[in-house]
Structure formats: C-alpha cells, structure tokens
C-alpha cells in the first residue's frame, strides 16, 4: 500500500468489483482526512481502474484480510461486492470482527417484478435448468461466464450467452453463440436483441441496479419468460443503498 504521510488521515478498504464501488471511490477519494483503497479481486482482463489506490487479488480467506487490515491501518471497510459475490462479504465480517474494524455493506435493492413480468426465481441454476428443460427453445444466458456448467447438457436448446469476458468451455454447448458485451444496456438495444434471436427465455441473476435491467423491461413487453436467481445470503452487517448513505456513516465512524 502507498504510505500516508498525514498523521490525521484515516485509511479505508472499499472491496469493489460492482459499479458502486467505482462511485464511492469516486466520492471518498475528495473527501478530506480520507485515503482510499479499493481492493479488485482481479478476475476480469480489463477492469476498470477505480479513482485512487488499487489493490488486486485475494487476501487469502478471512485472516489473511485480518492481517492486511492490521498490517495497513485500515481504519473502516465498506463492502461494496457485487450482490452475487457470495463469499468475500462473509470473510469481510469474520476480518472486521476479529480485528475490531467498523464494516458496512453497500448493496444496491433487488429488482422485484411488477405487472406483466414473467418470471420464475430460482434459489441455485440447477432449478433454472429443471425450468429449462419444460419448454424453452431460444434463451438469452446472462449469468456470467463462470457460472455456465450446470446448462451444458441442454442440447435441445439454443443459448445465447453474454458475458462480459469470453466464456471458456462454449464448445461444449451443442447449439450456442456467444455475445461479449458490457452494460448499460438500453431499452431499444434489448428489445431489438431478443427479437433478432427470437429468445423465449433469458436467464439472468436479480442484480438490481440499472445498468442491466433493460433485458427485463423488454421481456415484459415481449411477454418473454425471465428465470432469475435469488441473491445469496449476507452476513448481519449494517446495509446502505446508497453512496451518500455510505458518505454518512464514514463521518459517524471517522
Ligand atoms: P466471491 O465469491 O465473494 O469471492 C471469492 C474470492 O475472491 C474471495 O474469497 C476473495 O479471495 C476474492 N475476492 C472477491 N472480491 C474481492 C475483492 N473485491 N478484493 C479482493 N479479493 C476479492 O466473489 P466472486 O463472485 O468470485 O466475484 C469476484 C469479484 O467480481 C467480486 O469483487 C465481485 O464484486 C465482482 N463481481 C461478481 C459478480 C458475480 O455475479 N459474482 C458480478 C459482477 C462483479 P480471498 O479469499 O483470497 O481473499
């Protein structure tokens, strides 16, 4: 970490990877009395560079980011992981609990369905498959490129899958493409997207936010199912929604 010479600036760990993270280092990297970290875990090929100091790489399971919080003065954490980023929020409370470190999560609502919507929510992506498998025929895979094993096998079905970085194991998909593309998307662009691949079904993961909640809008209006996972469990932390609201409590605890 790059050293902090000002004796009355507090240093804080923003563990990032989703578009609040970019935000709040954003925000917190102006804020006086305030130095910034924000810790990637290093999967993508291309991130984008967060304002202020970067870290990359995980810190080793729970202690091994006690011992960097020790080590590197942390004085606050915000957790600003993405909603199905299942374990680092876990090892986020064990670190801050074992080292006396105030945490707080950032997570952004889920989306919930309104009127007209479609959709099936699934606890894991083998009930997805088991929702496949009773009828549909053209399905948009937006579940990320990692998270594709349990669908291959589905050989009656043609996938398109997005992802923002190639997927490895699409051969041995019998019938997909493969679409590489990073949100915002927009209304337009989805609604065009389905109907060029006359997709029945997408499969996508309750996010929340609205960079990528186009795709359910113009499933709504095309009247195209959504089979959707549920968010995973969190740790009891305290929860904001908001990056003002993180702003907030980072002047309670400093
Ligand atoms: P995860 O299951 O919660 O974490 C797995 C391991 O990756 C952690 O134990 C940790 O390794 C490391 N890690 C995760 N986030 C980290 C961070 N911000 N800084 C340093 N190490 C981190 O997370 P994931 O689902 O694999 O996602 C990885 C990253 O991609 C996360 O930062 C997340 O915000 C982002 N992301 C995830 C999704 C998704 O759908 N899962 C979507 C968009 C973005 P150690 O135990 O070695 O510390």
Known sequence: MEPVDNRNTKTILVLGGATEGYELARVLNH???????????GRTSKPRAPCGE???GGFGGSEGLALYLRECSIAAVIDAT?????VMGWNAARACAAVGVPLLRLERPAWRPQAGDLWTEVEGWDDAV??????????????GRKELEPFVGLDHIWFLIRSVDAP????????????????PFTLEGETKLLQNHRIDTIVCKNSGGTA???????????????????RPQRPEVPVVE???QVQSWVDQVL
């Open 130 to 143: 088991t929702v496949l498998d009773s009828g549909a025929k053209r399905v948009l895979l937006a579940v």
């Open 242 to 244: 908001t990056v003002e």
């Open 212 to 230: 990528t909640d186009a795709k359910l809008s113009a499933a709504r209006n095309l009247g195209v199912r959504v089979v959707i996972k549920k």
């Open 168 to 183: 490895e194991p699409t051969k041995v998909f019998a019938q997909a493409d493969v679409l590489l593309a990073r949100g």
């Open 82 to 86: 993405h909603p199905f980023a299942s």
């Open 31 to 41: 804020k006086q009395g305030v130095h910034v970290v924000s810790s990637l875990a």
């Open 54 to 56: 970067v870290r990359s």
